[in-house]
């Protein structure tokens, strides 16, 4: 059988758009209302993918500054981004371009395998971006996209499986540590 791979992802966003919920939802499958991390959080979950089993070792920002995650020794190692918006946020779907921009920054990159999440689409009576909006901007960055709950549970799984898609058509993962 084929061994288990391992897979380093950051999920990145601005504050409060439900980066820690989605990733506490997906690895710990449990809704937290109130979380406030002070640290920047390691998860790992083991996933099957297209036969194969991947221990996917997800980095969420807690919080800080997403050149925390960036400008780390970790930086050069992740193989793929979550980039979170909230639904319900336009300055928070705006803040993706930049985020992108300095993941390519540091990186040195062209492109990087990334999902765009649209989350909290259970408020969807408060929605600012359109789901059209989203996918606009996913055709742009040629990848996939999604809009989840975190809240609810709805494609939370997805997310992942979308990215580790993406990592793997990439060809080019980043050398093991
Ligand atoms: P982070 O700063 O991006 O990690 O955001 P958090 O995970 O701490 O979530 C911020 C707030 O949004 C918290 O009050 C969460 O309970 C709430 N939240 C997260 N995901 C969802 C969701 O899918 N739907 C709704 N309605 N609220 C959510």
Excluded at 30 to 42: A, G, K, L, M, R
Excluded at 78 to 86: N, Q
Excluded at 100 to 127: A, Y
């Amino acid at each position: 059988s084929n061994p288990t791979k391992a897979r380093r992802i950051a999920v990145l966003g601005s504050t409060a758009v439900g980066k820690s919920s989605l990733v506490i939802q997906f690895c710990e499958n449990h809704f937290v209302d109130s979380y406030y991390p002070t640290i920047e959080n390691t998860f790992t979950k083991t996933i099957k993918y297209r036969g194969n089993e991947y221990t996917v070792e997800i980095m969420d920002t807690a919080g800080q500054d997403e050149y925390s995650i960036l400008s780390s020794h970790h930086a050069s190692s992740v193989h793929g981004f979550v980039l979170v918006y909230s639904i319900a946020s336009r300055s928070s779907f705006d803040m993706l371009k930049i985020i992108r921009d300095k993941i390519l920054d540091f990186t040195g990159l062209e492109n990087v395998p990334c999902v765009i999440v649209g989350n909290k689409s259970d408020l969807n009576i408060q929605r600012q971006v359109s789901l059209e909006e989203g996918q606009a901007l996913a055709q742009q960055w040629n990848c996939p996209t999604i809009e989840t709950s975190a809240k609810h549970n709805e494609n939370v799984a997805k997310i992942f499986d979308l990215l580790i898609a993406t990592i793997e058509k990439a060809h080019n993962p980043p050398p093991e540590e």
